[in-house]
């Protein structure tokens, strides 16, 4: 059986039985990548000395019989948003192409000392911004079961890699749907945990009330043993929850009997594709069956989730990417003179350094959102859309806050439609904007969302589902999903759309 | 989506230079034009939130009811002066080097 096509609860098994070695695996995926990544885009730097070394000496302590850590010799892809010392991280951006970060993110850090193999670092939307990954700086990345579309983003890399078997584990950031929504059109599974349960510390600010990161991986058990790696406080990140972290495999195998799943009829609204509709249907008819019940619920706020997200998200961004000034580390501003017609007179010379740096160095959506943000947090404007923002999303945690006193997730759908095609919303922002729908209430709220899949459409294309929970209900939310793929086989499912 | 506010706010040319100053963005012709025909329509879709009456709705700036967390105050290693620089654009091996704080105005 090939290597890349097992699942990491396998290769695990595989390794500690010496049944492969790490080094073996490890070459699996690398030449996988080498093989599918010219296609499919979905990695921008790919660390194979650095992996081969590490699944050597993980392959030496395993037969000296050292004491291992929990994710020994298994690959991991990281998406570009977290900071590696031994590599270089970009965020998919020109404003970071040589940026060598001094320390290693915290998530990063804990797979290290999991014994973990970083194959690389995986494609995103610049700066976490965007839901198709075409707003790579680097090239976008094309979806593995339909290379004519878009894998979702930002974490779209991190989803394809999975998808295609080029990691059997990956690490993905989630703002307002960036785990989620790529993990539908993608096939695959993928978790945003509560706020605060994953450091932040280390991952590139784009806004920071409402960014976490997150597992992803074919399965919920996968995602389980990844969680389990990442989660937990980091005094380096002060919005981390101090909290034990509980034992994420425990639950997995237990029964559904009782659990209550909301079902929102307001999701099912006009604009949900109907294959779809259809089989987020059959999902709920499928936990019915596994002994849950479906208790209809409101969320009567949710149509104002994506205006409340514009506006805060691009706030937050606004002030984050102030960082970006061309002095302290990024692109910056040669000194070459412009003719254009536009922005050409400056208060000083250091301020056209800062506006021309910042000018070449961001792509236009991270443009559009910088400015977008700064308008919102002007004076005049403030008190009508940024401080509006903050109080229609009270309302809309409130919301989840009732539901859940009635159920105990939340089911639907994770976008309304499946992958779309590369190029179909470029032009039209607030078209892409709205692919978010369904996804940014659970950031707004803080709360935790699992995205897996339920389906295919007639033309082969992944659907996903999503449940929803409270603050701090991973271990409900990946038992409920795992309960799931034990009664069906679309994660297992393998894209034939691209050559191996 | 919830309808269309009928007075729906657009930004002028000049609201986008504004703008744009302030968030140290040098745009081009091209890009002030196609960004104040975006931020209209942005600001539009925004603007739907007028609709809800928040009058008594306390703003929610963080998710977590969150409370400031404190330390010791206690010296640790922190980030090495080359590390710190090793990134940078340009520096002299002790400080960041930038234009002239004060000075003629750029303009080409």
Known sequence: ?500 | MPAQDNAEPTLTREDVVKVAMLARLALSDAELSSLTDELSQIVGLVSQLSELNTDDVEPLAHPLDSQNVFREDNPAPSLKTADALRCAPRHDGECFLVPAVLGESGSA
Not at chain 1, 411 to 421: D, N, R, Y
């Open chain 1, 1 to 500: 059986m090939t290597l890349t096509t097992r699942s990491a609860a396998e290769l695990a098994t595989a390794l500690q039985q010496g049944e492969t070695t790490s080094v073996e695996c490890t070459t699996a995926f690398l030449d996988r990548i080498e093989a599918t990544n010219p296609t499919i885009n979905a990695f921008l730097s790919i660390d194979r000395d650095g992996a081969l070394a590490k699944a050597a000496s993980v392959d030496a302590a395993r037969a000296q019989g050292k004491s291992l850590g929990p994710l020994a010799g298994l690959p991991v892809a990281v998406k570009d948003v977290l900071c590696t010392t031994d590599q270089k991280t970009t965020c998919a951006s020109k404003m970071l192409k040589t940026f060598e970060p001094p320390y290693d993110a915290d998530v990063v850090r804990r797979l290290r000392e999991a014994d973990a193999v970083i194959l690389g670092k995986t494609n995103m939307d610049e700066f976490a911004m965007g839901g198709s990954n075409e707003n790579s700086a680097y090239g976008l990345v094309r979806n593995p079961w339909d290379t004519d579309r878009a894998p979702g983003g930002s974490s779209g890399g991190s989803a394809a890699a999975v998808a295609a078997d080029m990691a059997p584990l990956a690490i993905g950031s989630d703002t307002g749907g960036s785990i989620r929504q790529p993990a539908g059109l993608c096939g695959i599974t993928g978790l945003k945990p509560t706020y605060g349960r994953v450091s932040r510390r280390g991952l590139i600010a784009f806004s920071s009330s409402l960014d976490q990161i997150g597992p992803m991986a074919r399965s919920a058990k996968e995602c389980a043993m990844l969680l389990q790696t990442i989660a937990g406080h980091d005094s380096g990140d002060s919005t981390s929850i101090n909290t034990p972290v509980p034992d994420y495999l425990t639950d997995l195998e237990k029964p559904l009997q009782g659990l209550r799943i909301g079902r929102v009829a307001a999701h099912f609204s006009e604009g949900l594709d109907p294959e779809v509709a259809e089989h987020v249907e059959q999902t709920f008819a499928t936990y019915e069956a596994a002994g849950a019940t479906i208790h209809e619920v409101e969320l009567p706020h949710a149509a104002y989730g994506v205006p409340t997200y514009y506006l805060i998200a691009p706030s937050e961004a606004s002030s984050n990417l102030a960082r970006y000034d061309g002095a302290h580390y990024g692109h910056r501003w040669d000194g070459t003179p412009s003719d254009d017609q536009g922005i050409n007179t400056f208060d000083s010379p250091l301020v056209e350094m800062y506006c021309r740096s910042r000018a070449e160095g961001f792509g236009p959506e991270v443009k559009r959102r910088i400015m977008l943000g700064t308008y919102a947090l002007s004076a005049g404007y403030y008190d009508a859309y940024y401080a509006k923002a903050l109080r229609v999303r009270r309302l809309i945690r409130n919301d989840f806050t009732q539901a859940f006193e009635k159920v105990d997730l939340i089911g639907g759908p994770v976008s309304a439609t499946p992958a779309f095609k590369l190029g179909e919303k470029t032009d039209d922002p607030i078209a892409m904007y709205l692919v978010d729908l369904y996804t940014v209430g659970a950031n707004l709220a803080g709360i935790g969302g699992i995205s897996f899949p339920c389906g295919f459409t007639q033309s082969k294309l992944p659907i996903g589902f999503q449940l929803q929970g409270p603050a701090l209900s991973e271990p409900l939310l990946l038992q409920a999903a795992h309960q799931y793929q034990q009664t069906t086989d679309w994660h297992l499912q393998r894209t034939t759309a691209i050559s191996s």
